[in-house]
């Protein structure tokens, strides 16, 4: 039976996905050829890459809005030192949100670029918030977030208005919840979470903030090389693209962001109101502040830790150890989790309770 996948990512995916790709490897499009073994520039894996690059503009609401959308590799983590050598003016500085470990692995990087201005941190507080009151100086060359902090279990629900270009990163909660994304200059996203599998790294950008920095960027860093070459400067991620592919059309056909939205929610409430309501347990991040993708909390007395973990293994659950920064447990509930899981960690929770 299928474990109920609580991974922080690599993460669940839809199992319709699943099917597919796996078909996909054995026989592509009725072709006789596995999707791993043509060619990146044949006509079918080119109709893949362009309907992968529009849906993504078309689920988040940004077609015909100077936009491009990029499936690059790398992992998010390249897109640390990619937007600062595409949008770091020479000279220049820029500012930085200082949310959790990979805000703060994202600043490490654009320090090697120039000045990086930590507009606001929760560091003192082992990121259990969001800092809210900090202002953005005018002449930075851009603005950096990461608005889910996949390991300390926090979310951004308000985003500054600023005159500078806003740099997000989502790799943890893109897709997941309806935002005005046309507020944002530059999205990254590692696929792993709500997209597909490792190997590919969405990136969306707004065409006209690129071509400013004045710098000499090689080419295979370069934003604007991968938009000329729509997307296939070198040899894509094949397979991941394909697998996201299936996400997207996955999202699309059951409503969009809008209806996971609230699926989203609604396992999020019934969580994290079990975590409020038992005794037994302890959320780790601010209320006002809390992900609804990464749930974080601890057990009130550890004590009873041998007995929860064997009850919720038994239960079928996987995956919701906690990060080591933060201990205790972390339960990510990404867009393919099915609400009929939390209810069996709920479940679990309040047999805890009655037991002890
Ligand atoms: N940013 C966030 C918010 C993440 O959660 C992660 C990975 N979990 C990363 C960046 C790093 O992503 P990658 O492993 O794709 O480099």
Known sequence: MKKHNYSAGP???????????????????????????????????????????????????????????????????????????????????????????????????????????????????????IPKDYSIPSDASYFHCTSNNTIFGTQMKSFPETTVPVVCDMSSDIFSRTLDFSKFDLIYAGAQKNMGPAGTTLVVVKEEILGKSGRTIPSILD???????????????VFP??????????????????AIEKVNEAKANLLYNEIDRNPLFVGTANKEDRSFMNATFLLEN??????????????????????????????????ALPLQSVQVLVDVMKELENKI
């Open 302 to 335: 550890e004590t009873h830790q041998e007995t929860f973990d064997k009850m919720w293994k038994e239960a079928g659950i996987s995956g919701l150890n906690g990060h080591r920064s933060v201990g205790g447990y972390r339960a990510s509930m990404y867009n």
């Open 11 to 129: 993460c669940i995916l839809p199992q319709e996905v699943f099917e597919k790709s796996a078909e996909a490897i054995l026989n592509f499009n009725n072709s006789n050829l596995s999707i791993l073994e043509i060619s990146h520039r044949s006509k079918d894996f080119v109709s893949v890459m362009d309907e992968a690059r529009s849906l993504v503009l078309e689920l988040l609401g940004l077609e015909g809005k100077g936009y491009q959308a990029l499936f690059l590799q790398g992992g998010a983590s390249m897109e640390f030192l990619m937007v600062p050598y595409n949008l770091m003016k020479v000279d220049g500085k820029a500012a930085y949100l200082d949310t959790g470990t990979w805000a703060n692995n994202a600043i490490k990087e654009a320090k090697l670029f120039g000045e990086t201005q930590i507009v606001a941190s929760s560091k003192e507080a082992n990121y259990n918030f």
């Open 241 to 258: 693209v394909y697998a996201s592919l299936l996400t997207l059309q996955w999202l699309k056909n059951n409503g969009g962001i809008a």
């Open 223 to 237: 934003y604007e090389k991968h938009i000329k070459a729509e997307s296939m400067y070198n040899t894509p991620a």
